[in-house]
T-cell receptor, first 116, second 112 residues
Framework: AQKITQTQPGMFVQEKEAVTLDCTYD???????LFWYKQPSSGEMIFLIY??????QNATEGRYSLNFQKARKSANLVISASQLGDSAMYFC?????????????FGGGTRLMVKP | NAGVTQTPKFRVLKTGQSMTLLCAQD?????MYWYRQDPGMGLRLIHY???????AKGEVPDGYNVSRLKKQNFLLGLESAAPSQTSVYFC???????????FGDGTRLSIL
């Protein structure tokens, strides 16, 4: 089974509107972390936000917030007030606690396109 | 403000040739990783290292070797390149469990 699933291959959003990018995960480890990365067309991987499995509150970083629903095993990224520069690929990734090297497992990504 | 530096940025090889990709980080990170990203897909882990002198296999290690002789450097080798290894390769490093991985800008490798 896929450990990280991103069901939206591509999405459009109007500039200045909010958008939610979906991510579901599968793990039996009680200790894990969830990460979101942005990959613009230039290719680099940019860290956006992190949520730990024991964190009581949803993570927020500026215009980015993470809608963490532990029982549903979902960690959706919410981008508020979309900007043209938000157009990029977005990857959800998970680190499992029993993972010796603390490796990340990535989802297949969602391409977000912001319309002016 | 270097962070994670990958060299080269682009390379074209012929089938059967060998080459080494270099990853250097100046953040004194213990953990280093090599990933590959195929078109339209997420990153897949090739090999990783939890410290100087250590290496371990990731999800897709076949056809690759790695070495971590110095803490700041993590080398990825292709002994006999194959067209299936055409990909973008990313190196990453991390300090501890709760910190994100910092990525290099990637190496675009084409094998003809």
């Amino acid at each position: 089974a896929q450990k990280i699933t991103q069901t939206q291959p591509g999405m459009f959003v109007q500039e200045k509107e909010a958008v939610t990018l979906d991510c579901t995960y599968d793990t039996s480890d009680p200790s894990y972390g969830l990460f979101w990365y942005k990959q613009p067309s230039s290719g680099e991987m940019i860290f956006l936000i992190y949520q730990g499995s024991y964190d009581q509150q949803n993570a927020t970083e500026g215009r980015y917030s993470l809608n963490f629903q532990k029982a549903r095993k979902s960690a959706n990224l919410v981008i508020s007030a979309s900007q043209l520069g938000d157009s990029a690929m977005y990857f959800c990734a998970m680190r499992e606690g029993n993972n010796a090297g603390n490796m990340l497992t990535f989802g297949g990504g969602t391409r977000l396109m912001v319309k002016p | 403000n270097a962070g994670v530096t990958q060299t080269p940025k682009f390379r074209v090889l012929k089938t059967g040739q060998s080459m080494t990709l270099l990853c250097a980080q100046d953040m004194n990170h213990e953990y280093m990783y090599w990933y590959r990203q195929d078109p339209g897909m997420g990153l897949r882990l090739i090999h990783y290292s939890v410290g100087e002198g250590t290496t371990a296999k990731g999800e897709v290690p076949d056809g690759y070797n790695v070495s971590r002789l110095k803490k700041q450097n993590f080398l990825l080798g292709l002994e006999s390149a194959a067209p299936s290894q055409t990909s973008v390769y990313f190196c990453a490093s991390r300090t501890d469990t709760y910190q994100p991985q910092h990525f290099g800008d990637g190496t675009r490798l084409s094998i003809l």
